[in-house]
Every structure is written in C-alpha cells, then in structure tokens.
C-alpha cells in the first residue's frame, strides 16, 4: 500500500495547528486530514510490510511523538472544559 500523494511531512499538520493557537475545544477537536491520515497509514503499513527508509523512518517516529503529545493536549484540554 502506497500513496502517490505528494505531501508535506504527516506531523506538519500537528505543527502548524499549535502554531496558529489554539483553545480549549480546538484541541480536543482536532482531527488530521484524509491526506495526512492516508500518509500515516501508508508509513504503518510499510513499516510492517517492506521497511522504511531512514527520512520516512524519521517522519513515523516524529509522528508519533506529536500524537503522543496530541493525546495527552486533549486530556488537558478536557480537564479545562469540565473542571472538577
């Protein structure tokens, strides 16, 4: 499985949406495009399957982290929206 779409790298998208500011309610919904999803599952998939080269090796691992990050903003986010 790959995709011919000629993106920018998957985590940019994470990146420029931090970037631009953000509240509360737009972290927690917060949601890659179809673009960058199909880049993400491209990398997964050949990951398991084929093997990544160093600098897509890099971008999944990058991703990664990001998403990490991303989860635990929208954990925070929740926290700010409906406080105990």
């Known amino acids: 499985m790959t995709t011919s779409i000629n993106t920018a790298k998957v985590y ?10 953000t509240t509360p309610q737009s972290v927690i ?6 673009a960058a999803k199909d880049r993400l599952e491209d990398l997964v998939y050949r990951a398991k399957t084929e093997g990544l080269t160093g ?29 105990k």
Do not use: C, V, W
Request: net charge negative.
């Open 55 to 83: 600098s897509d090796q890099r971008e999944l691992d990058h991703f990664l982290t990001l998403e990490h990050i991303m989860r635990l903003a929208k954990a925070k986010a929740h926290q700010y929206i409906n406080p």
């Open 12 to 21: 940019d998208e994470i990146i420029e949406f931090i970037a631009a500011g």
């Open 29 to 34: 919904d917060f949601k890659l495009s179809d």
